[in-house]
T-cell receptor
Framework: DGGITQSPKYLFRKEGQNVTLSCEQNLNHDAMYWYRQDPGQGLRLIYYSQIVNDFQKGDIAEGYSVSREKKESFPLTVTSAQKNPTAFYLC?????????????FGDGTRLSIL | AQSVTQLGSHVSVSEGALVLLRCNYSSSVPPYLFWYVQYPNQGLQLLLK??????LVKGINGFEAEFKKSETSFHLTKPSAHMSDAAEYFCAVSGGSNYKLTFGKGTLLTVNP
């Protein structure tokens, strides 16, 4: 079955450490997204990518970085500059980046600070 | 600019009762509207979408929503709640060719036996 795979499901970060969250999709979608979810705040967009080798900052990009070297993969790095990284991170994809295209979501990665 | 307001962060209903989850939006262009459901520790699953065709949209699991332009609303309903409907529900809006999906803060639905 096609879908979006996020790994790991749980991740722990030490102070001053960078960590990378994996997101892979086999839906042949062009656009991919990273969201951060905090309790009671809905989802906030971190980065998005419409095509390979191109990505744009979302609303809360500070302290995060991404790459899009392959259509199927869109990893997110949470850097030590992100002072409050504890959250649930969701990766999504859509066929294109038009507003009428629904986004499909992975099952998320929960990041905690040790 | 676009925004979504979900009225009520927590809604509690009895099994078999009507479910009504409220969503109001603002958008400077004709909107596309979506409802998603999230079960604990999982991603979001698309329930239904409005993309300027019929104003009454039917989705999965017996849910439906009606687009009312005059009221800028897109409320989600289900005639009879089931225990398995207990989850968090998110309304989202986008517009035109704008990729950006703006989410509401979510409504947690509790279903009591």
């Amino acid at each position: 079955d096609g879908g979006i795979t996020q790994s790991p499901k749980y991740l722990f970060r030490k102070e001053g450490q960078n960590v990378t969250l994996s997101c892979e999709q086999n839906l042949n979608h062009d656009a991919m997204y990273w969201y951060r979810q905090d309790p009671g705040q809905g989802l906030r967009l971190i980065y998005y990518s419409q095509i390979v080798n191109d990505f744009q900052k979302g609303d809360i990009a500070e302290g995060y970085s991404v790459s899009r070297e392959k259509k199927e993969s869109f990893p997110l790095t949470v850097t030590s500059a992100q002072k409050n990284p504890t959250a649930f991170y969701l990766c999504a994809s859509s066929i294109g980046a038009g507003g009428n295209q629904p986004q499909h979501f992975g099952d998320g990665t929960r990041l905690s600070i040790l | 600019a676009q925004s979504v307001t979900q009225l009520g962060s927590h809604v509690s209903v009895s099994e078999g009762a009507l479910v009504l989850l409220r969503c109001n939006y603002s958008s400077s262009v004709p909107p596309y509207l979506f409802w998603y459901v999230q079960y604990p520790n999982q991603g979001l699953q698309l329930l239904l979408k409005y993309t300027s065709a019929a104003t009454l949209v039917k989705g999965i699991n017996g849910f439906e929503a009606e687009f009312k332009k005059s009221e800028t609303s897109f409320h989600l309903t289900k005639p009879s709640a089931h225990m398995s409907d207990a989850a968090e529900y998110f309304c989202a809006v986008s517009g035109g060719s704008n990729y950006k999906l703006t989410f509401g803060k979510g409504t947690l639905l509790t279903v009591n036996p």
